[in-house]
Each structure stands twice: as structure tokens, then as C-alpha cells.
């Protein structure tokens, strides 16, 4: 079992940027894809972004990207959320998720664990 808490979470100002962190204990993931969901309310959970085991390859959601950047830490066990220009329609409850295989994939229901979430509220 991998167990996964994000941190990172709060309330911006639109333009503002945050920093999303995610770490797995438990089971070894190293090898892992790694994912950012995001569920707003009264919505189905979206993607935002996925990486690859090595860090090498990566993934973003049409709304994200340009603005999102997803990477892997040092330490095998930790995946970071880089969030800039943040806009409005950005406030969801953001999810880490972890697959046990290397293959990044987009869908939610392809994914093995998830973190409790962490809030992140941007303000007009």
C-alpha cells in the first residue's frame, strides 16, 4: 500500500502562484507515475497533470498547461505541483494519485492510490 498527503493548499489572489507537494510512503513507488487531479464543486475530478518514474516525460490538461508544471524530487517519493498565473476557475480540491506502473495516463479510474487532497481557493 502507498500512502500519499499533499500539502501546499490555500488561498491566492488571481496571478498568484502556489506550490502543491505530494509525498508517498509506505510501498516503495519508484517506479510510479505520478498525477495531479483536480475536483471542483458539483464536477467530475479533471486532469491536470502526470509525470513518468524518471521525471523525464510529462503530461498537462488543456487548462493547465503553460501555467502548471509537474516534477519529481530528489527523493523518489515526492512529486511537486508548480502552479502560476492562477486563475478563479482554478479552485477545486487538488488530489496526488500514484500508478503502479511507469505509463503516464490521463484517467482518473487508471490510477491505484490518492491523497486526501488539499484545497486551493483563488480569488477574483
Known amino acids: 500500500q502507498v500512502h500519499l498527503v499533499e500539502s501546499g493548499g490555500g488561498l491566492v489572489q488571481a496571478g498568484g502562484s502556489l506550490r502543491l507537494s505530494c509525498v508517498a510512503s509506505?510501498?516503495?513507488?519508484?517506479?510510479?507515475?505520478m498525477g495531479w487531479f483536480r475536483q471542483a464543486l458539483g464536477k467530475e475530478r479533471e486532469f491536470v497533470a502526470a509525470?513518468?518514474?524518471?521525471?523525464?516525460?510529462?503530461s498537462y490538461g488543456h487548462s493547465v498547461k503553460g501555467r502548471f508544471t509537474i516534477s519529481r524530487g530528489n527523493a523518489e517519493n515526492t512529486v511537486y505541483l508548480q502552479m502560476n498565473s492562477l486563475k478563479p476557475e482554478d479552485t477545486a480540491v487538488y488530489y496526488c494519485?500514484?500508478?503502479?506502473?511507469?505509463?503516464?495516463?490521463?484517467?482518473?479510474?487508471?490510477?491505484?492510490?490518492w491523497g486526501q487532497g488539499t484545497q486551493v481557493t483563488v480569488s477574483s
Open positions: 509525470i513518468n518514474w524518471s521525471g523525464g516525460s510529462t
Open positions: 509506505g510501498r516503495t513507488c519508484g517506479t510510479c507515475a
Open positions: 494519485a500514484a500508478r503502479r506502473t511507469h505509463i503516464i495516463v490521463l484517467h482518473p479510474g487508471s490510477y491505484d492510490y
